[in-house]
């Protein structure tokens, strides 16, 4: 069973356009992550929802817009997509502030290409 | 300056041992992670150690904490080549279980 999966895995699309990422966690945590891996690996928090309330959310334009339906899904809606928006995003998820030492679980990354 | 600094490649030869470093500004970070990216998937964690430990072992992982400096090093001993992958230090801000990572060392294990 995969911990955190999030689909797609590979996303090719046109500068312009809008796309979802879907995120799901089967460890009951109770927040979650979307980070963003540019070309040189740099990770970079996007957003972070504890039962399902946002709690951080980093200077990341409003063309991203980070959904939480339930505690264990945390999708990313990307509006009018562009080139610079190239990267891996993980999704990721933990305990939180209920408890345990912070460490992240991370999804197998959804690469996103805009052409 | 950025929060947590490592050096971005180390390359090592097969069955040495790798020393990845890493220097942190917190001074009231409560744990201090490291975790591995392979290839084409997501990061794992390896191993932390909590910030009133100075050393944790864990088979072939050795973690150094010195604190006083805000160093934290990884060391992986009889390095393989499935050893080969990015090694992110991360550490958690006090009061948050946020993680703020490095940049990532690229460690390359050659014959």
């Known amino acids: 069973d995969t911990a955190v999966s999030q689909t797609p895995k590979y996303l090719v699309t046109q500068m312009g356009n809008d796309k979802s990422i879907k995120c799901e966690q089967n460890?009951?945590?109770?927040?979650m992550y979307w980070y963003k891996q540019d070309s040189k690996k740099f990770l970079k928090i996007m957003f972070s929802?504890?039962?399902?309330?946002?709690?951080i959310n980093e200077t990341v334009p409003n063309r991203f817009s980070p959904k939480s339906p339930d505690k264990a899904h945390l999708n990313l809606h990307i509006n009018s997509l562009e080139l610079g928006d190239s990267a891996v995003y993980f999704c990721?998820?933990?305990?939180?502030?209920?408890?345990?030492?912070?460490?992240?679980?991370f999804g197998e990354g959804s690469r996103l290409t805009v052409l | 300056g950025e929060d947590v600094e490592q050096s971005l490649f180390l390359s090592v030869r097969e069955g040495d041992s790798s020393v990845i470093n890493c220097t942190y500004t917190d001074s009231s970070s409560t744990y201090l992670y490291w975790y591995k990216q392979e290839p084409g998937a997501g990061l794992q964690l390896l191993t932390y150690i909590f910030s009133n430990m100075d050393m944790k072992q864990d088979q072939r992982l050795t973690v150094l904490l010195n604190k006083k400096d805000k160093h934290l090093s990884l060391r992986i001993a009889d390095t393989q080549t499935g050893d080969s992958a990015i090694y992110f230090c991360a550490e958690s801000p006090g009061g948050s279980y946020i993680p703020t990572f490095g940049r990532g060392t690229s460690l390359i294990v050659h014959p």
């Open positions: 990721a998820s933990s305990q939180g502030l209920s408890g345990g030492a912070g460490e992240l679980f």
């Open positions: 929802y504890n039962n399902k309330e946002l709690i």
């Open positions: 460890l009951g945590h109770d927040t």
